[in-house]
């Protein structure tokens, strides 16, 4: 599995934020390395699978205080604690749904969807969120820092790593629907 590399791309300049970005990235590079080798054990990759999941519902927790330590606008706000939330459940949905068969084919799948997540969640929303804490910093108000943030382009080279994030999730999406799909069909025809 291809690794995630950090890069200024991925930057907000909020210390606790970046910091922790870098400590995701390196979670799931590491998961990734047990899965190249050949020899994971299921359990090792279960723990560091809770592991990614525990400091990820954390560094949520960290990212939401510092977002009301700034007085982020609420509509933003409103919008990371609603991609939190969904990434959670996702994440927690997809290993269900492994335990329903043989986890250990599901685990490259489900270590895809968090990289490609936390790209397009790290470069989408929390870029705003760090240029909104920067104009906030430099005297303007929390609503014309949030309107500064979603009118302000971004760098080019950040649209085409959101593009292939989006892509690769939206693929995955299409498995599982055609997935899902194909059992509902052997479900009728036993029926």
Do not use: C
Not at 12 to 32: P, S
Not at 80 to 102: C, K, P, T, V
């Amino acid at each position: 599995m291809d690794r995630i590399e950090w890069s200024d791309l991925f930057k907000t300049d909020i210390a606790i934020v970046d910091e922790e970005h870098r400590k995701l990235f390196d979670m799931i590079n590491d998961i990734a390395t047990q899965l190249d080798s050949g020899h994971a054990e299921p359990e090792s990759i279960e723990k560091s699978l809770d592991e990614l999941v525990d400091f990820t519902s954390q560094h949520f927790v960290d990212e939401e205080r510092e977002m009301v330590h700034f007085q982020v606008d609420k509509r933003h706000q409103k919008l990371q604690r609603m991609e939190h939330s969904s990434f959670i459940y996702d994440l927690n949905r997809l290993r269900s749904y492994a335990d329903e068969g043989d986890l250990e084919d599901h685990y490259e799948e489900i270590l895809k969807f968090a990289a490609s997540w936390l790209i397009y969640h790290t470069l989408r929303t929390d870029l705003k969120l760090g240029m909104q804490v920067r104009e906030i910093r430099s005297g303007k108000s929390s609503s014309d820092a949030f309107e500064y943030a979603e009118t302000h382009p971004l760098n080019p080279a950040v649209y085409q790593k959101i593009i292939e994030a989006v892509i690769h999730l939206w693929t995955e999406s299409l498995k599982r629907i055609e997935s899902l799909e194909a059992e509902l069909q052997d479900k009728q025809d036993t029926d």
